[in-house]
């Protein structure tokens, strides 16, 4: 069963502008992952939110987390073509990840 | 290694088959996982491995689906008598032990005529 559920399904921007992605999740966490998938294959580890951290800046990531809420924000900004990828939030209940469905980000040059 | 390697890259195979998809996880990562992406159901976990034991094999969608790892390292997944239903993307994962991140191979695509 899918824990996270991402928001929107799809996103489309212009080079250098701010890409916003958006997750909730249904149980309680210990951290917060997301991951990106290119051409889906391979998935990459972007950045780790724990449960009792708020904010998180990793390059042109940020990522918030709201426990009250279930819901974590990812924005990159400044974004560029490389950036087009599908992306995935993940929690990990008992050690193994639960993805949501993914939001695919297109980034016209 | 470099990174998680994991092979074939692509496999057709024809239903009633069987399979072998292998993982080779970073040197030194004592925990293994598998997880299947498909159109229809998205990334799945099937199995976790800490060390050669499997204290996790809840994805494990049938009883055609097995693994095995050993010496603590490589691990084969094993489909019997393949459906087209199991026509996917085969995902390998390790990491170290106490930290979260998870570390993915390229996958092995499976599909079955």
């Known amino acids: 069963s899918q824990q996270g559920e991402e928001d929107p399904q799809a996103l489309s921007i212009q080079e250098g502008e701010n890409a916003t992605m958006n997750c909730s999740y249904k149980?309680?966490?210990?951290?917060l992952q997301w991951y990106r998938q290119n051409s889906g294959r391979g998935l990459v580890h972007l950045i780790l939110?724990?449960?009792?951290?708020r904010e998180k800046h990793s390059g042109r990531l940020r990522v918030t987390l709201d426990t009250s809420k279930k819901s974590s924000s990812l924005l990159i900004t400044a974004s560029r073509a490389a950036d087009t990828a599908s992306y995935f939030c993940?929690?990990?209940?008992?050690?193994?990840?639960?993805f949501g469905k993914g939001i695919t980000l297109s980034v016209r040059p | 290694g470099a990174g998680v390697s994991q092979s074939p890259s692509n496999k057709v195979t024809e239903k009633g088959k069987d399979v072998e998809l292998r993982c080779d996880p970073i040197?030194?990562?004592?925990?293994l996982y598998w997880y299947r992406q498909s159109l229809g159901q998205g990334l799945e976990f099937l199995i976790y491995?800490?060390?050669?034991?499997?204290?996790?094999k809840s994805g494990l969608p049938s009883d055609r689906f097995s693994a095995e790892r050993t010496g603590g390292s490589v691990s084969t997944l094993t489909i019997q008598r393949t459906q087209q239903e199991d026509s996917a993307v085969y995902l390998c994962?390790?990491?170290?032990?106490?930290?979260?991140?998870?570390?993915f191979g390229p996958g092995t695509r499976l599909t079955v005529t």
């Open positions: 149980t309680s966490i210990n951290n």
């Open positions: 939110i724990r449960s009792n951290e």
């Open positions: 040197s030194g990562h004592t925990a």
């Open positions: 993940a929690t990990d209940p008992n050690s193994k990840l639960t």
């Open positions: 994962a390790s990491r170290v032990a106490g930290v979260y991140e998870q570390y």
């Open positions: 491995f800490q060390g050669n034991s499997a204290p996790d």
